[in-house]
Protein backbone atom coordinates (compact mmCIF):
# COMPACT_ATOMS: atom_id res chain seq x y z
CA UNK A 1 0.00 0.00 0.00
CA UNK A 2 2.95 2.17 1.08
CA UNK A 3 4.55 1.92 -2.18
CA UNK A 4 1.22 2.17 -4.44
CA UNK A 5 0.59 5.77 -2.59
CA UNK A 6 4.29 6.74 -3.28
CA UNK A 7 4.30 5.62 -6.86
CA UNK A 8 0.35 7.66 -7.33
CA UNK A 9 2.59 10.57 -5.34
CA UNK A 10 5.50 10.49 -7.92
CA UNK A 11 2.47 10.42 -11.12
CA UNK A 12 0.68 13.31 -9.34
CA UNK A 13 3.69 15.38 -9.21
CA UNK A 14 5.06 14.56 -13.08
CA UNK A 15 1.57 15.40 -14.22
CA UNK A 16 1.59 18.73 -12.13
CA UNK A 17 4.89 19.67 -13.31
CA UNK A 18 3.89 18.20 -17.18
CA UNK A 19 0.92 20.78 -16.90
CA UNK A 20 2.71 23.31 -16.02
CA UNK A 21 5.69 23.14 -18.61
CA UNK A 22 2.65 22.79 -21.04
CA UNK A 23 0.58 25.96 -20.12
CA UNK A 24 3.85 28.11 -20.11
CA UNK A 25 4.81 26.83 -23.58
CA UNK A 26 1.04 27.83 -25.03
CA UNK A 27 1.80 30.93 -23.30
CA UNK A 28 5.09 31.59 -24.98
CA UNK A 29 3.60 30.46 -28.32
CA UNK A 30 0.75 32.74 -27.66
CA UNK A 31 2.70 35.76 -27.39
CA UNK A 32 5.36 35.06 -29.80
CA UNK A 33 2.77 34.48 -32.38
CA UNK A 34 1.00 38.13 -31.79
CA UNK A 35 4.64 39.24 -32.57
CA UNK A 36 4.62 36.83 -35.67
CA UNK A 37 1.51 38.94 -36.66
CA UNK A 38 3.27 41.79 -36.69
CA UNK A 39 6.08 40.90 -38.61
CA UNK A 40 3.78 40.11 -41.72
CA UNK A 41 4.07 42.83 -44.26
CA UNK A 42 0.70 44.54 -45.40
CA UNK A 43 -0.08 46.57 -48.34
CA UNK A 44 3.04 48.07 -50.53
CA UNK A 45 2.81 51.31 -52.54
CA UNK A 46 2.02 50.54 -56.41
CA UNK A 47 4.23 48.71 -58.58
CA UNK A 48 5.55 51.54 -59.67
CA UNK A 49 6.53 53.74 -56.80
CA UNK A 50 9.34 52.33 -54.24
CA UNK A 51 12.71 51.83 -54.49
CA UNK A 52 14.90 49.75 -57.27
CA UNK A 53 16.82 46.62 -56.97
CA UNK A 54 19.00 45.04 -59.27
CA UNK A 55 16.50 41.62 -59.13
CA UNK A 56 13.24 39.74 -58.21
CA UNK A 57 12.74 36.42 -57.23
CA UNK A 58 9.06 34.96 -57.37
CA UNK A 59 8.81 31.77 -54.99
CA UNK A 60 6.35 29.67 -57.01
CA UNK A 61 3.26 27.88 -54.50
CA UNK A 62 0.82 30.80 -54.50
CA UNK A 63 -1.91 32.22 -56.89
CA UNK A 64 -0.76 36.01 -57.78
CA UNK A 65 3.01 35.67 -57.21
CA UNK A 66 3.90 35.22 -60.47
CA UNK A 67 1.61 38.44 -61.86
CA UNK A 68 2.70 40.23 -59.86
CA UNK A 69 6.43 39.32 -60.59
CA UNK A 70 5.82 40.08 -63.81
CA UNK A 71 4.64 43.31 -63.17
CA UNK A 72 7.07 44.81 -60.97
CA UNK A 73 10.07 43.57 -63.76
CA UNK A 74 7.38 45.05 -66.72
CA UNK A 75 7.44 48.54 -64.78
CA UNK A 76 11.05 48.86 -64.05
CA UNK A 77 11.87 47.88 -60.32
CA UNK A 78 14.45 45.51 -61.19
CA UNK A 79 16.68 44.53 -64.39
CA UNK A 80 15.85 40.93 -64.25
CA UNK A 81 13.09 38.36 -62.81
CA UNK A 82 14.04 34.68 -61.14
CA UNK A 83 11.11 32.39 -60.84
CA UNK A 84 12.14 29.44 -58.00
CA UNK A 85 10.77 26.41 -57.37
CA UNK A 86 8.88 25.70 -60.34
CA UNK A 87 8.00 21.94 -60.76
CA UNK A 88 10.13 19.88 -62.62
CA UNK A 89 7.50 18.75 -65.16
CA UNK A 90 5.68 22.46 -66.06
CA UNK A 91 7.98 23.82 -69.22
CA UNK A 92 9.01 27.28 -68.84
CA UNK A 93 7.24 28.35 -71.88
CA UNK A 94 3.77 27.24 -70.80
CA UNK A 95 4.73 29.27 -67.11
CA UNK A 96 5.60 32.08 -68.71
CA UNK A 97 2.78 32.13 -71.69
CA UNK A 98 0.74 34.15 -69.56
CA UNK A 99 3.44 36.98 -68.65
CA UNK A 100 2.20 39.76 -71.17
CA UNK A 101 5.75 40.36 -71.88
CA UNK A 102 7.74 40.78 -75.32
CA UNK A 103 9.49 37.69 -76.32
CA UNK A 104 13.00 39.82 -76.09
CA UNK A 105 12.01 40.10 -72.54
CA UNK A 106 11.17 37.28 -71.30
CA UNK A 107 14.41 35.82 -73.29
CA UNK A 108 16.97 38.45 -71.70
CA UNK A 109 15.37 39.23 -68.31
CA UNK A 110 13.55 35.96 -66.76
CA UNK A 111 15.48 32.70 -65.59
CA UNK A 112 13.78 29.83 -64.04
CA UNK A 113 14.82 27.08 -61.45
CA UNK A 114 13.68 23.91 -61.22
CA UNK A 115 15.76 22.81 -57.75
CA UNK A 116 14.14 24.24 -54.84
CA UNK A 117 11.58 21.81 -53.11
CA UNK A 118 10.85 24.20 -50.06
CA UNK A 119 11.56 27.70 -48.64
CA UNK A 120 15.24 27.05 -47.63
CA UNK A 121 15.56 25.27 -51.11
CA UNK A 122 14.40 28.66 -52.96
CA UNK A 123 17.07 30.53 -50.56
CA UNK A 124 19.83 28.47 -51.69
CA UNK A 125 18.97 28.39 -55.95
CA UNK A 126 18.62 31.77 -55.58
CA UNK A 127 21.97 32.44 -53.73
CA UNK A 128 23.33 30.90 -56.82
CA UNK A 129 21.93 32.78 -59.70
CA UNK A 130 22.12 36.23 -57.94
CA UNK A 131 25.85 34.85 -57.37
CA UNK A 132 26.36 34.41 -61.06
CA UNK A 133 24.64 37.51 -62.17
CA UNK A 134 26.53 39.77 -59.90
CA UNK A 135 23.92 41.14 -57.89
CA UNK A 136 23.40 43.00 -54.43
CA UNK A 137 19.55 43.64 -54.08
CA UNK A 138 16.78 41.51 -54.48
CA UNK A 139 12.91 42.07 -54.23
CA UNK A 140 10.87 39.03 -52.51
CA UNK A 141 7.47 38.17 -54.04
CA UNK A 142 5.68 35.41 -52.26
CA UNK A 143 2.04 35.09 -49.91
CA UNK A 144 2.33 38.10 -46.74
CA UNK A 145 2.01 35.37 -44.54
CA UNK A 146 5.00 33.18 -45.87
CA UNK A 147 7.18 36.66 -45.74
CA UNK A 148 9.08 36.54 -42.48
CA UNK A 149 10.18 33.27 -42.81
CA UNK A 150 11.49 33.90 -46.19
CA UNK A 151 13.28 36.61 -44.99
CA UNK A 152 14.95 34.61 -42.23
CA UNK A 153 15.80 31.98 -45.01
CA UNK A 154 16.84 34.76 -47.26
CA UNK A 155 18.85 36.67 -45.13
CA UNK A 156 20.96 33.38 -43.74
CA UNK A 157 21.64 32.20 -47.08
CA UNK A 158 22.83 35.76 -48.32
CA UNK A 159 22.96 37.73 -45.50
CA UNK A 160 25.35 40.46 -47.57
CA UNK A 161 22.34 40.64 -50.53
CA UNK A 162 19.66 43.74 -48.95
CA UNK A 163 16.33 41.95 -49.62
CA UNK A 164 12.98 43.82 -50.43
CA UNK A 165 9.91 42.28 -49.53
CA UNK A 166 6.98 42.75 -51.64
CA UNK A 167 3.85 40.90 -50.24
CA UNK A 168 1.01 39.41 -51.92
CA UNK A 169 -1.88 39.02 -50.41
CA UNK A 170 -4.42 36.27 -50.75
CA UNK A 171 -7.64 36.71 -51.26
CA UNK A 172 -8.42 34.06 -48.98
CA UNK A 173 -5.76 35.25 -46.02
CA UNK A 174 -7.90 37.54 -43.55
CA UNK A 175 -5.19 39.13 -41.45
CA UNK A 176 -7.07 41.84 -40.13
CA UNK A 177 -9.96 39.67 -38.70
CA UNK A 178 -7.69 36.48 -38.75
CA UNK A 179 -9.73 35.06 -35.00
CA UNK A 180 -12.93 35.24 -37.23
CA UNK A 181 -11.67 32.97 -39.91
CA UNK A 182 -11.03 29.19 -39.02
CA UNK A 183 -9.04 28.77 -42.23
CA UNK A 184 -6.86 31.16 -41.29
CA UNK A 185 -6.13 30.54 -37.83
CA UNK A 186 -5.04 26.83 -39.67
CA UNK A 187 -3.02 28.42 -41.81
CA UNK A 188 -0.97 30.98 -39.16
CA UNK A 189 -0.86 28.41 -37.18
CA UNK A 190 1.28 26.23 -39.14
CA UNK A 191 3.42 29.10 -41.03
CA UNK A 192 4.50 30.80 -37.61
CA UNK A 193 5.25 26.85 -36.40
CA UNK A 194 7.32 26.72 -39.00
CA UNK A 195 8.69 30.14 -38.50
CA UNK A 196 10.17 28.87 -35.17
CA UNK A 197 11.70 25.64 -36.43
CA UNK A 198 13.25 27.62 -39.17
CA UNK A 199 14.76 29.80 -36.43
CA UNK A 200 15.78 27.01 -34.25
CA UNK A 201 17.43 25.48 -36.90
CA UNK A 202 18.97 28.40 -37.99
CA UNK A 203 20.17 29.49 -34.54
CA UNK A 204 21.59 25.60 -33.92
CA UNK A 205 23.79 25.61 -37.05
CA UNK A 206 25.19 28.84 -36.59
Sequence with gaps: MRHRRKRRGRIRRFTTK???VLVVAALLWGTGFFAF??????????????????AIVVLTGGGGRLETGFRL?????????FISGVHPRVEDAALLQNSQL???MLACCVATGHAAHDTFGNAVETAHWMNEEGFTSLYIVTANYHMPRSLIEFSAVMPTVELLPYPV???NVHLDDWWRWPGTIRLLAVEYTKYLATRARIFVTR
Design 18 to 20: LFF
Design 37 to 54: MDRIPRPQPPDGEGPKAD
Design 73 to 81: LAVGRAAKL
Design 102 to 104: DAA
Design 169 to 171: HPG
